[in-house]
């Protein structure tokens, strides 16, 4: 079956042809919505990860996705892993292993996967021009997230990590994001990076730094499971009155290996992030818990949640829960016109 990403092919080639897609379905039109204190046509959008470039996010945007994420850029040109970057999975919902599979459900809203891209980026000259062509390319209603993060290097300061965090989200800010997106969260990277959520003195660091950096532009900060709620009311405490909301969560780590036990993704990321089906009740889960510590102290963060929706049902689980917004970050690919199916129902 065709998809819009090519799990065969490179990342590169994915980005270059951009997204393989049919023809656009009738979009059916919709109240304004508001989120972050801005007019949408619909709380529905797309996660970082599906849209590398402007290409991909012009393409989604015809099909009525409304909120596109720009995937996570650096201040520094990154090469992505080798291929395999995607993989479908056989999955239980426990914490053991996954196994990679070639076959998937027939009913695409049960498919799960797994990725390790390691976070690629353009070099910047690229991505601060690119990002002002996605928003051209925007209707009314539709508003451009752009995801940033570091590049530490081993020895640097929470102050060198935090400046460059800052750099990244002014030049998204700059080249026009309606939304800078803060990734504390990677499954699939081994640096400070990839763990940002779970240090408080780093997270209060960066988020003041970035925050300087972009004035008035709205702000979400993307963040993985908390082990506990402790943890995540002192993230929450910390992080209210500097940034406009949390966006959660990021694909949840587990081992990702084939049948004979070798790990997929390779040696050194044996461990990946899991995608779709299998991880939405725990996200739904997380997104109740983070809007009922949000309530208890009164603070005033959005949530945009994430993890797993591939269904209008999904979809549904999140308002529920208490979203403001809800994310896709795999289901697009295969399902292309949930949005608008999603849309039909609101
Ligand atoms: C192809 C792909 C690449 C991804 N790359 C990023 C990334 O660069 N930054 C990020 O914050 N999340 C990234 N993610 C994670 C998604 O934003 C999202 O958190 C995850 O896919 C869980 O949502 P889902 O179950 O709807 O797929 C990526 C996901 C996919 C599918």
Redesign the pocket.
């Known amino acids: 079956m065709d998809f819009s ?1 090519n799990i065969s092919a490179s990342y590169q080639d994915n980005f270059d042809r951009g997204p393989q897609l049919g023809a656009v379905p009738e979009l059916p039109s919709t109240d304004s919505f508001e989120f972050l204190g801005q007019q949408v046509s619909s709380p529905l959008g797309i ?4 849209l590398p470039n402007a290409k991909w996010i012009s393409g989604y945007a015809a099909r009525g996705w409304d909120l596109l994420t720009y ?2 850029v650096r201040s520094i040109k990154r090469e992505c892993y080798p291929v395999p970057n ?1 993989v479908f999975v056989d999955a239980d919902t426990g914490d053991g292993p996954v196994y990679a599979t070639q076959d998937f459900p027939e009913d695409l809203s049960q498919i799960s ?1 797994a ?1 390790c ?1 390691g ?1 690629p980026s353009m070099d910047p000259s690229f991505w601060r021009e690119d990002i002002s062509r996605a928003k051209n390319s925007l209707i009314e209603g539709q508003r451009l997230i752009v ?1 940033v993060v570091a590049s530490p290097e081993t020895d640097w300061s929470a102050a060198q990590v935090a400046e460059d965090y800052a750099k990244c989200a002014a030049w998204a800010a700059e080249a026009g994001a309606d939304v800078v997106e803060a ?1 504390y ?2 499954p699939n990277v081994c640096s400070a990076e990839g763990q940002v959520y779970m240090d408080m003195e780093l997270t209060d660091t960066v988020t003041k730094a970035v925050r300087s950096a972009i004035g008035q532009t709205r702000l979400l900060l ?1 963040v993985g499971v908390f082990p506990d709620a402790d943890l995540q009311s002192s993230f929450l405490r910390v992080v209210a009155g500097v940034a406009d909301g949390i966006t959660l ?3 949840i780590s587990r081992e990702v290996l084939h049948r004979d036990g070798r790990p997929v993704f390779g040696e050194d990321y044996v461990r990946a ?1 899991v ?2 089906r299998i ?2 009740e725990p996200c739904v889960v997380a997104v109740r818990e983070a809007k009922a510590a949000i309530n208890a102290e009164g603070l005033n963060l959005a949530l945009a949640a ?4 591939s269904s209008v049902s999904d979809y549904q689980d999140f308002i529920d829960a208490g979203a403001d917004a809800v994310l ?4 697009p ?1 295969y399902l292309p016109d949930l949005a608008a199916k999603i849309k039909a129902s609101l």
Do not use: D, E, P
Request: aromatic letters at 8%.
């Open positions: 990403y996660a970082a990860g599906l995937k996570t995607w996967s990725v891209f976070m995801s990734n969260s990677c993307k969560v990021n694909g992030g995608l779709g991880i939405h994430v993890g797993g929706v896709c970050g795999s289901s690919m």
